[in-house]
């Protein structure tokens, strides 16, 4: 079965509650009613019911029976504003600014989703990345045993059955090698959650098994060596150049010992330079279909839209992240 085909069939069986701050938009109103009329989620839009139905009436579209909460109407919201501030004040916040802020559509989709009134969150597609990084950061809490957080995108070939995952595409700028370790982890986790298919993690470098000695392939080595320790069934290798990481023939010839053979699926780069890149030159030259990045390590998924996203993309990323839940 296709990617998106597998996602669908899981989204009828179990629907999920999406939060979607940037509701002002033709896309999200289109994709919320998809969503909701297919019963495959149950969108919430966030903003003043008045504005947002006005919107949409203007759009020509409509949003009957859906939800369009307004952060102030949150029969908790004074309650859970109480509470950030206790967290904030010792930093310096006054109440207002921390009732100011959770008004904020992003910084209360955090905080709701929380606070358990939403299964996940799609968001970007009109907010500054740093603004729903920040509000992801300050208001969600880690899942357990997380130490950091980072994303991962999802890129596939036009038939939906090759996928491959690329991180970290947005959240550290320079990872350590604890953290690259830490995201190669997660991100081969959520990646067999909606894939189904087993993780083959290429720790990348423009280096393949010491062919290359300099600082920059260190983390990388070191990255690799606790993954082995710690993570000692799942398949990872490097450091490796991407050819030898998906070409079979140049991997017998650069790296003929390793388990990924030049079939990885997963592809770890040593900086968010390096993966933005990558996943921009596969999605723009390559013609693969891109998904995401999702954010990972927090208890609840954030899926970042982007400004060029189409309907149907917001509504195919939808499905993909609800199978992160």
């Known amino acids: 079965m296709k990617l998106l085909e597998e996602c669908l069939a899981a989204c009828k069986q179990k629907p999920r509650t999406i939060l979607f701050p940037d509701a002002e938009d033709v896309r999200i109103i289109e994709a ?6 297919e019963r495959l989620a149950e969108p919430v839009l966030i903003g003043s019911p008045v504005r947002v139905r006005e919107f949409a009436a203007e759009q020509h579209r409509s949003t009957r029976g859906i939800k369009v909460q307004k952060p102030e109407h949150d029969s908790q919201f004074e309650h ?6 206790d967290k904030q004040k010792q930093n310096g916040m006054q109440r207002y600014e921390a009732r100011d802020y959770l008004k904020q559509p992003n910084a209360y989709a955090a905080d709701a989703l929380q606070a358990g009134k939403g299964d996940l969150c799609l968001t970007g597609n009109t907010s500054a990345v ?14 357990e045993h997380i130490q950091t957080v980072s994303s991962f995108a999802l890129l596939s070939d036009a038939d939906e059955k090759t996928v491959f995952a690329f991180a970290d595409t947005v959240v550290i700028p320079r990872p350590k090698a604890s ?6 982890v997660n991100t081969a986790k959520n990646f067999e ?20 000695d300099h600082a920059l392939t260190e983390a990388v080595k070191e990255a690799v060596a606790q993954i082995h320790s710690e993570q000692p069934g799942l398949c990872v290798d490097g450091e ?12 017998t010839q650069k790296m003929p010992e390793s388990k990924l053979a030049g079939q990885a699926n997963v592809f770890i780069f040593p900086s968010l330079n390096a993966a933005n890149i990558g996943f921009k030159i596969a999605q723009h030259l390559a013609g693969y279909a891109a998904y995401g990045p999702f954010i990972q390590g927090l208890q609840k998924p954030v899926g970042l839209l982007s400004a060029q996203s189409t309907t149907q993309e917001i509504i195919n990323t939808a499905l993909l992240a609800s199978c992160l839940v």
Do not use: C, H, W
């Open 193 to 212: 959650r909606i894939s189904r298919e087993t993780a083959r993690v290429a720790m990348l470098s423009f280096s393949t098994n010491g062919s290359a």
């Open 80 to 85: 859970r504003v109480r509470r950030f501030f």
């Open 130 to 143: 740093s603004e729903v990084l920040q509000a992801a950061l300050r208001l969600l809490e880690k899942e």
């Open 179 to 184: 953290q690259l370790a830490e995201i190669a």
């Open 32 to 37: 919320a009613r998809y969503l909701k009329d």
């Open 240 to 251: 490796i150049q991407f050819d030898a990481a998906v070409t079979p023939k140049v991997a």
